[in-house]
Nanobody
Framework: QVQLVESGGGLVQAGDSLRLSCAAS????????MGWFRQAPGKEREFVAT????????YYADSVKGRFTITRDNAGNTLYLQMNNLKPEDTAVYYC???????????????????WGQGTQVTVSS
């Protein structure tokens, strides 16, 4: 089992940048595929980005491709999401999640993630 705690959210203006962090504790962080998801008011939780266990492979939602970067520090047990050129439509609660599937790849299916953080609010004003 792994515990996840997100941080780094806040209120910013359109065009600004933020870096979200997700600190993991418990079982070996490097054994999990990791992902970021977000949920805006009145909408379903949606996929944002995912990264393989080694960090070699990544995949992004079309809406954030070219603006967001997911990385991980396995030695420091931390997942990151660098968000640049933020837009008002990026406003949401952002969650990190861990998928224990033994795979060299990544995962975009939120139902395959067993562990979730509590979320951090990102608000982008126009």
């Amino acid at each position: 089992q792994v515990q996840l705690v997100e941080s780094g959210g806040g209120l910013v203006q359109a065009g600004d940048s933020l870096r979200l962090s997700c600190a993991a504790s418990g079982r070996t962080f490097s054994s999990y595929i990791m992902g970021w998801f977000r949920q805006a008011p009145g909408k379903e939780r949606e996929f944002v980005a995912t990264i393989s266990r080694t960090g070699v492979s990544t995949y992004y939602a079309d809406s954030v491709k070219g603006r967001f970067t997911i990385t991980r520090d396995n030695a420091g047990n931390t997942l990151y999401l660098q968000m640049n050129n933020l837009k008002p439509e990026d406003t949401a609660v952002y969650y990190c999640a861990a998928d224990p599937k033994y795979s060299s790849g990544y995962s975009i299916n939120r139902h395959s993630y067993d562990y979730w953080g509590q979320g951090t609010q990102v608000t982008v004003s126009s």
